[in-house]
Each structure stands twice: as C-alpha cells, then as structure tokens.
C-alpha cells in the first residue's frame, strides 16, 4: 500500500548547527503534508505545514522543502537547539480519504549534542 | 484554550478485558480521530469521527470501536484485550471543515496489556 518513509532513523547534530530531516513519500496523489514534533512523553506537536502548489514554506527556525518531482519533502530547523531534540515524523493525508486520516512516516530521531 | 485533553494517562489491563479512553477536543473541534502508536508499526489511523458520525476508518479488527458524542467528545473501546494491543492510544481533533487540516494530537493514553 501507499507509505510515507524516512531516509534516516537517527540524526545527531551539534547546538547551533542547522538539521535537515528527510522523507519520501509514495502517493503521487497527496496533496497536503505534516511535520510533527514528538517529545518523550507527548503526543506529536505540530511545526509545519505544505500544500502540493508550493514547493517552500518557511516557519520560525524551521523549513519545509516539497519536490514533487521526486516526491522527497525535508524539515530544515537552524541553528538546533537541545529543545529540538526529539522524533520528528512527516505526514501525508491519504488523499480519497476524509479528513483526520493521515499517513504518518516510522520517525526520525533527532539528538542535539551541546 | 485547552489542548486536547485524554485521559487516562496510563492504564494496565489484562487479557481478555475491555478498556475504554476518553478524549475531549480543542473547543470547537468537531472532528476526533484516533490513532495507534507502537515502537514496530509507528502511529497507524483507527478511526475519525465528526457530528458524532464514523467518516472514517483504518485497517483494526473489530475489537476497535470508537463513538462521538453531541458535544464532540470522543471515547474508543477496545474489547478482548490482546498483549499486541499494548500501545500508546492518541486522539487528534481538527475543526473538521475542510479536507487538508492539521491535526492537534493530545498527550495519549498509554495502555499495557499484560
């Protein structure tokens, strides 16, 4: 079936680096994507989201890049601080589906060395 | 406002039983859905309600049942419990209107089945 994975399972980056967090979807289709922040101990928060018509969407500290072309979205975040360190997943909404129905990626597990 | 509020927290049971969670929405939120989130499978789609209606569902047995109240608060039950059900439980809501919407995830309910 349709899936949304991830390139990298773990990413260590040092304070004051920027991240770049990787995802590749399969569903052409999808038209809506999601980066969600989990904390040990929460549910998934929230940072960003992109619609298929932009290929750039900017946040505080965070970006989000779409290409479609090779269905690859990515999750910028500047100069990392230790509060970012956490599971980042992106999400896809399954498109012919309603609405709460999105297709969450395995996670990429972000630590922040100080 | 109030985020999305799950309760219980935590919650042991044992083979064979039942088990009910709780959400409440953001106010104003008229759609709940739930999710499943376990180390092996990540977080997988159960079920979506809105006006106190199924519009959605995912791929769990029957054992799974969810239901909406008038002021769109949600509870899911899950009948004979089986060790594989050991998970953490997450409720999301949105406003529900549209088809591309972010969803606001509550802290979730983590249920051990022993």
């Known amino acids: 079936g349709e899936s949304v994975g991830l390139h990298l399972p773990t990413l260590s980056v040092q304070e004051g680096d920027n991240s770049i967090i990787n995802c590749a979807y399969s569903?052409?289709?999808?038209?809506?994507f999601i980066w969600y922040k989990q904390e040990s101990g929460k549910g998934p928060q929230f940072i960003i989201d992109?619609?298929?018509?932009?290929d750039k969407r900017q946040g505080q500290r965070v970006t989000v890049l779409l290409n479609k072309t090779v269905k690859h979205l990515s999750l910028q975040i500047a100069a990392t601080q230790p509060g970012d360190s956490a599971v980042y997943f992106c999400?896809?909404?399954?498109?012919?589906?309603?609405?709460?129905?999105?297709?969450f990626g395995k996670g990429t597990k972000l630590s922040v060395k100080p | 406002k109030a985020g999305v509020t799950q309760t219980p927290r935590y919650l042991i049971k044992t083979r064979g039983q039942q088990v009910t969670l709780s959400c409440s929405p953001i106010?104003?939120?008229?759609?709940v859905s739930w999710y499943q989130q376990t180390p092996g499978q990540g977080l997988q789609f159960l079920f979506e309600?809105?006006?106190?209606?199924?519009?959605n569902k995912g791929n769990f047995p029957g054992r799974f049942s969810g239901r909406q109240f008038s002021n769109s608060r949600s509870e899911m039950n899950v009948s004979t419990l089986e060790l594989g059900d050991s998970a953490l439980y997450l409720c999301?809501?949105?406003?529900?209107?549209?088809?591309?919407?972010?969803?606001?995830f509550g802290s979730g309910t983590q249920l051990s089945v022993l």
């Open positions: 999400a896809e909404n399954n498109y012919g589906g309603s609405q709460g129905n999105l297709i």
């Open positions: 992109i619609r298929s018509n932009m």
């Open positions: 569903n052409s289709a999808s038209d809506y």
């Open positions: 309600y809105f006006s106190e209606t199924q519009r």
């Open positions: 106010s104003g939120h008229r759609s």
């Open positions: 999301a809501s949105s406003l529900g209107g549209t088809d591309n919407e972010k969803l606001f």
